[in-house]
């Protein structure tokens, strides 16, 4: 056993927190019988082509986890029985149990992992990959209203709208709406496909997955935008790199993944103006709760002088002023992350209170 940890630790160590050692043995516990099968396929005949019937894939998924059943009730299996052979039969000394138990504990927590990650994906019945980036957009709904808001779950055939939505928006209902993406608007037509938070129909549902449909044009930008960056990573903060055992005990010492200011964050979707009547600029606004309020947007932003900020939640917020200080590290080209710092209101402004232009808001809403 020794011999073990004191390999997983080097390796880690070694790997300076890339080596993933939990991640690689789960995969070699989803793999195994896949490979086992494949060096023995010799000795079987070769499998014909034939059509799955409708409806069996929920059959087949649960018969090529079948290794992963075997392999935990096997394990969890022996356990007691290897107890009651030391108490009963005491052929099996005390290091060799202990040793045992937690092999057996340890190759059951791998099956358990990979049985449950399968269960959560069979759920998923999406074809395409929802990017988790925010973008600007507004919806517009089959009563007249307009809404900004926030688009994110984003793909070239469906998305997710956040913001103040009609109480008796229904599946099926017609909307169309525009992103705002970098390179300007791309419009857009779709249908409500699903309600998310309704409380029983006593509020407006907190967000609705749509479907997408545009031009052969835009679909081209909207694929370009969602598939040539690594936007998903940045604005999410997602490393590759995790704590080594090392730098968790000594981090004066021994260096981590660098810090990532953006991580678990949630966002709202916000506007800055110069002046009351001057055009919007879309950005994201840290939501309450998540520390010092940041701004991050995909274009440069003037610093260091009063901006007047709008706030889109599903519940209307107060006009305020702030000024935007750029944090150190938080520029790389495509994003630019600032800090928002309060400032008094001025007299000019306060009873301003005109609608947002249509297209120009939105970002991510706190979910």
């Not at 630790?9 to 789960?26: A, D, M």
């Not at 525009?178 to 309600?195: C, E, K």
């Not at 309704?198 to 969602?226: H, M, N, W, Y």
Request: aromatic share 10%.
């Amino acid at each position: 056993m020794p011999y073990y940890v004191l390999t997983f630790w080097v390796f880690e160590e070694v790997g300076r927190g890339y080596g993933r050692s939990l991640f690689i043995e789960q995969y070699n516990m989803a793999r195994f019988a896949t490979f086992a099968w494949a060096t023995l396929a010799w000795v079987f005949p070769r499998v014909k082509f034939k059509v799955t019937p409708k409806g069996a894939a929920k059959k087949r998924a649960v018969r090529l986890s079948l290794p992963q059943w075997v392999v935990l009730g096997l394990n969890f299996g022996a356990m007691p029985v290897g107890i009651a052979l030391y108490f009963l039969a005491s052929t099996l000394p005390l290091h060799g149990l202990i040793t045992n138990l937690l092999w057996a504990s340890f190759n059951g927590a791998l099956a358990i992992a990979v049985l449950s990650f399968t269960a959560v994906r069979q759920r998923f019945t999406r074809t395409r990959y929802r990017f988790p980036v925010p973008v600007a957009g507004e919806l517009s709904f089959a009563d007249g209203s307009r809404s900004p808001g926030t688009i994110d779950d984003l793909s070239d055939t469906g998305l997710r709208f956040y913001g103040q939505l009609p109480q008796k928006i229904q599946v099926g209902e017609a909307v169309s709406g525009t992103l705002a993406l970098p390179d300007g608007l791309l419009p857009f037509n779709g249908d409500v496909r699903s309600l998310l938070g309704t409380d029983g129909g006593k509020a407006p549902p907190r967000a609705v997955g749509c479907s997408l449909i545009t031009s052969v044009e835009a679909q081209i930008r909207l694929e370009r935008f969602l598939f040539g960056s690594d936007l998903q990573w940045r604005v999410n903060g997602l490393t590759d790199q995790v704590q080594t055992p090392l730098s968790r005990l000594l981090p004066r010492w021994v260096s981590g993944p660098p810090s990532q200011p953006l991580a678990g964050r949630r966002w709202n979707s916000a506007q800055l103006r110069v002046l009351p009547d001057a055009a919007p600029m879309a950005v994201l606004l840290s939501a309450p709760g998540n520390g010092e309020r940041l701004v991050l947007s995909y274009t440069v932003l003037a610093q260091n002088q009063p901006l007047l900020l709008d706030v889109f939640r599903r519940t209307a917020a107060v006009r305020e002023t702030v000024q935007l200080e750029a944090i150190e590290g938080g520029a790389d080209g495509q994003l630019h992350v600032y800090r928002a710092v309060a400032m008094p209101m001025p007299q000019a402004s306060v009873a301003f209170a005109a609608p947002p232009e249509a297209g120009v808001a939105v970002a991510q809403s706190a979910h």
